[in-house]
């Protein structure tokens, strides 16, 4: 059953990503149903063992993740909101990184402090560097509050980078995300909305989404 799934999530993304659709509400269900998919699949794994915290916050990341996605298509749809509807997705993705980071944290006190100095200080030069680039729209200080948060869900999870083959996963999958939403920046304020460029966003995004949720068959 669960192979049946899986399998049916990754076609239905290699669809969405490399085929076209009819308009922006095509799009908007294509995408729906696929991040819908990775949520149906982190439920049934969660099912197996409710108990393992890691599982627990991946489901959350994964549902957060879903509903940020459903705000990033809309901008498509509805134009005249695409402001609002952008920070909505950024919002959910930053809980949905924040329930990542919780079912990474194993570091001590001392080493979570330093960690999280160290994703601010690359998360600001990130930004400051794009911003030569790209125009922010007066949302440079969001972007920068979540480029941090991701930073520091990076750096969480090179914590696991030698645990066997659920910290090589987990380390492609985090690397992916980081690659996904730098690409996303162009594409959202850089005027690269260009075909290769959204398959290449897309690709990293639900390649690193397949990663996180295959640390959960791995996890203990």
């Not at 192979?3 to 669809?15: D, E, Q």
């Not at 690359?122 to 729209?137: E, K, P």
């Given at each position: 059953?669960?192979?049946?799934?899986?399998?049916?999530?990754?076609?239905?993304?290699?669809?969405?990503i490399y085929m076209p659709h009819m308009n922006s509400f095509t799009t908007l269900g294509w995408k729906s149903v696929s991040?819908?998919?990775?949520?149906?699949?982190?439920?049934?794994?969660?099912?197996?063992a409710?108990?393992?915290?890691?599982?627990?916050?991946?489901?959350?990341?994964?549902?957060?993740?879903?509903?940020?996605?459903?705000?990033?298509?809309?901008?498509?749809?509805?134009?005249?909101?695409?402001k609002q509807y952008f920070l909505g997705g950024l919002t959910a993705f930053l809980f949905g990184h924040l329930a990542y980071i919780a079912a990474l944290y194993h570091t001590a006190l001392p080493i979570t402090i330093l960690l999280a100095v160290?994703?601010?200080?690359?998360?600001?030069?990130?930004?400051?560097?794009?911003?030569?680039?790209?125009?922010?729209?007066?949302?440079?200080?969001?972007?920068?509050?979540?480029?941090?948060?991701?930073?520091?869900?990076?750096?969480?999870?090179?914590?696991?980078?030698?645990?066997g083959s659920f910290g090589l996963v987990l380390n492609l999958g985090s690397?992916?995300?980081?690659?996904?939403?730098?690409?996303?920046?162009?594409i959202i304020f850089g005027n690269a909305d260009r075909p290769a460029v959204v398959k290449a966003n897309l690709s990293f995004y639900y390649f690193a989404q397949m990663a996180i949720l295959t640390t959960m068959m791995l996890s203990k």
């Open positions: 059953m669960f192979l049946f799934l899986y399998v049916s999530v990754i076609m239905f993304i290699l669809y969405y991040s819908l998919g990775f949520v149906i699949l982190g439920a049934y794994l969660f099912s197996l409710p108990a393992v915290s890691y599982r627990q916050y991946l489901l959350l990341g994964l549902l957060l993740g879903a509903i940020g996605d459903v705000f990033l298509a809309l901008p498509y749809c509805y134009p005249k909101f695409e160290i994703a601010i200080t690359v998360g600001c030069i990130m930004i400051g560097w794009l911003q030569q680039r790209v125009d922010f729209q007066g949302m440079t200080g969001a972007v920068m509050l979540y480029a941090s948060i991701i930073m520091f869900m990076e750096l969480q999870a090179l914590t696991w980078l030698f645990s690397l992916c995300f980081v690659l996904s939403d730098l690409i996303l920046v162009f």
